[in-house]
């Protein structure tokens, strides 16, 4: 039997090159190798202020996109989280068996709400309806960027005090998917911090769905330092994060990308870089318009409605296990 993994994106927006260079381009790469499943994390995105009209595009739009970029949904099982309710369900419980210390730590959380006015309660508890995500399928491995290892570290932790509170082994342990070369991608305009969708500075993220035009002006305005010289080094973030790009693109060394950049200069080099990372988005896009076309509509409602029901199978299953557990009548 092929190995469980399970992952997800937020739509809080168009999705990013972090996003494809981060995760989307490792799932494509594990698809055939695993029993995969990808949702699209909507119940995740509420956490921060979402408006309905946008919210419904941008769910609809992840779903093109994860299949625009390569995921196959005959070998994949794709949805939208919400269409599974045994997610939220086994949030609640699991809400019961996690400490509010343990979630004050959270370093995602403590970024998020330095952003926010109100914080939201979702927000703080963002990472136990992650570990319900998780746990519900006996995921064995979840594909994670550096950001995200902190949170898959509480769901064993959670998984692991349930299974000895109720003395069953209720919950599979999941493992960390780290792929090499997954790329860490950041903010154009502020390189020190990670690229994201909901970035109120548009011009710092590249979305998946930008042209060539676009892409040229953003990395062509992309913060480096005075240099002019191609190096990589942790002193120059800007330059540090375009080789990357191109790095994860090209599969060349920094290195390589060194002794072939040498004489450019950064005008050059952000070109080539924009040349690159357009290269991959062309065909993506082409394959997103052919599916954004109205025709398609009842082709990607029937994946996630196939989708969902082959989830809720397993996911039905866990929760009814869970709700025995804790003494509740089945
Ligand atoms: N900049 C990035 N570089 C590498 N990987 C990234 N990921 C996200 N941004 C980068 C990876 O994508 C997966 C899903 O992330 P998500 O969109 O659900 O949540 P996020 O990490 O909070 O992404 P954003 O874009 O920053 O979302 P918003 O703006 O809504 O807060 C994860 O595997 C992540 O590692």
């Not at 769905?209 to 120059?236: C, F, G, M, P, Q």
């Not at 072939?260 to 988005?281: H, N, W």
């Not at 409602?301 to 989708?307: A, D, L």
Request: with cysteine; charged share 30%.
């Amino acid at each position: 039997m092929k190995k469980q993994i399970l992952s997800g994106i937020q739509p809080s927006g168009i999705l990013t090159l972090g996003n494809y260079l981060g995760a989307l381009r490792n799932w494509i790469k594990i698809q055939n190798d695993y029993d995969c499943k990808f949702f699209v994390a909507d119940l995740h995105s509420i956490t921060v202020d979402q408006n309905p009209i946008e919210l419904r595009k941008n769910i609809k739009s992840a779903i093109m996109q994860y299949i625009a970029c390569g995921l196959d949904p005959e070998k994949n099982t794709i949805f939208m989280q919400s269409h599974v309710h045994e997610h939220a369900e086994l949030g609640w419980i699991l809400n019961c068996s996690t400490y509010m210390g343990e979630l004050s730590r959270m370093t995602q959380f403590k970024d998020k709400s330095k952003k926010q006015a109100n914080i939201k309660v979702g927000l703080f508890d963002y990472p136990v309806l992650m570990a319900a995500d998780i746990l519900l399928y006996d995921a064995d491995y979840v594909p994670v960027g550096e950001d995200q290892r902190q949170h898959l570290e509480i769901a064993r932790d959670i998984a692991q005090r349930f299974n000895s509170t109720y003395n069953k082994e209720i919950f599979k342990l999941p493992e960390a998917f780290i792929t090499e070369n997954t790329a860490r991608i950041m903010s154009l305009q502020e390189p020190t911090k990670k690229m994201s969708k909901s970035d109120e500075n548009k011009e710092a993220t590249i979305f998946l769905l930008d042209d060539r035009e676009t892409v040229l002006r953003k990395i062509k305005k992309a913060v480096t330092d005075s240099e002019n010289i191609i190096k990589y080094s942790d002193e120059k973030p800007g330059i540090k994060n375009l080789m990357n790009i191109y790095s994860a693109i090209s599969e060349k060394t920094y290195k390589q990308i060194e002794e072939e950049c040498k004489d450019l200069g950064y005008g050059k080099f952000k070109q080539i870089v924009a040349c690159a990372v357009s290269d991959v988005l062309d065909p993506i896009q082409k394959k997103y318009y052919e599916l954004s076309s109205s025709e398609n509509d009842e082709y990607l409602k029937s994946i996630c409605k196939k989708g969902a029901e082959t989830a809720q199978k397993t996911a039905e299953k866990k929760l009814k296990e869970v709700y025995d557990a804790v003494g509740f009548i089945v």
